[in-house]
């Protein structure tokens, strides 16, 4: 069975510029969370989605934002970037009804660097 | 508010030596624990959970952890490394009522031959 897949691998953005990043979870999970980890750093949780619903939300600026679409994949948006938002993006799925705990499992991630 | 803590940064052991990798979470709850491991470059890959019962639980590639409430602790251990355990690894703990995951800062392994 396939895992968690992200696309791109790799993205080499600007200041100032937008990106979108994008998810799709193992078949049959209806949850996906998004995490940010800089480099040298524990991943951050930034959304939960579940049914297209956002449930949960990070301490991130109102620049990054999230959708679920009714496959139950994923897009991470980020306006107007910055430096600091380079790090590695990771995507996690999950069984997951809301309100409960389940195993997350990650996808391989895609490295946004900001120049 | 919950957080996890990994007081070694960095840890080099020979191959075939025992390992122990520390783990401390701060939880008001019963918590759930999570190891996973991440090559450079890569993803996290879970290596095991607790999320009741038994308090020692064996995962993938050798790997066991124990969850001692006294202690606040779930520290990760394997009988003998193996140059491929070469990786950084995470402990984490869920927090909220979202499945939202707080990690560690990471434990950096290094395999000596």
């Known amino acids: 069975d396939a895992g968690v897949t992200q696309s791109p691998t790799h993205l080499i953005k600007t200041r100032g510029q937008h990106v979108t990043l994008r998810c799709s979870p193992i078949?049959?999970?209806?949850?996906v969370s998004w995490y940010q980890q800089v480099l040298g750093q524990g991943p951050q949780f930034i959304f939960q989605?579940?049914?297209?619903?956002?449930?949960g939300r990070g301490n991130f600026p109102d620049r990054f934002s999230a959708r679920q679409f009714p496959n139950y994949s994923s897009e991470l948006n980020v306006n107007a970037l910055l430096l600091g938002d380079s790090a590695l993006y990771l995507c996690?799925?999950?069984?997951?009804?809301?309100?409960?705990?389940?195993?997350?499992?990650f996808g391989p991630g895609t490295r946004l660097t900001v120049l | 508010a919950q957080s996890v803590t990994q007081p070694d940064i960095h840890i080099t052991v020979s191959e075939g030596a025992s390992l122990e990798l520390r783990c401390n979470y701060s939880?008001?709850?019963?918590?759930?624990l999570f190891w996973y491991v991440q090559s450079p470059g890569q993803g996290l890959q879970l290596l095991l959970k607790?999320?009741?019962?038994?308090?020692l639980v064996q995962g993938i590639k050798g790997f066991e952890a124990e969850f001692k409430r006294s202690q606040s602790s779930f520290n990760l251990r394997k009988p003998s490394v193996h140059w491929s355990d070469a990786a950084e690894y995470f402990c984490?703990?869920?927090?909220?009522?979202?499945?939202?995951?707080?990690f560690g800062a990471g434990t950096r392994l290094a395999v000596h031959p």
């Open positions: 984490a703990v869920v927090s909220g009522g979202y499945n939202k995951l707080i």
């Open positions: 989605y579940y049914e297209k619903e956002e449930r």
């Open positions: 996690a799925s999950s069984l997951l009804s809301s309100g409960g705990t389940d195993t997350q499992y």
């Open positions: 939880y008001g709850a019963t918590p759930y």
């Open positions: 607790y999320f009741s019962g038994d308090t």
């Open positions: 078949s049959g999970h209806k949850s």
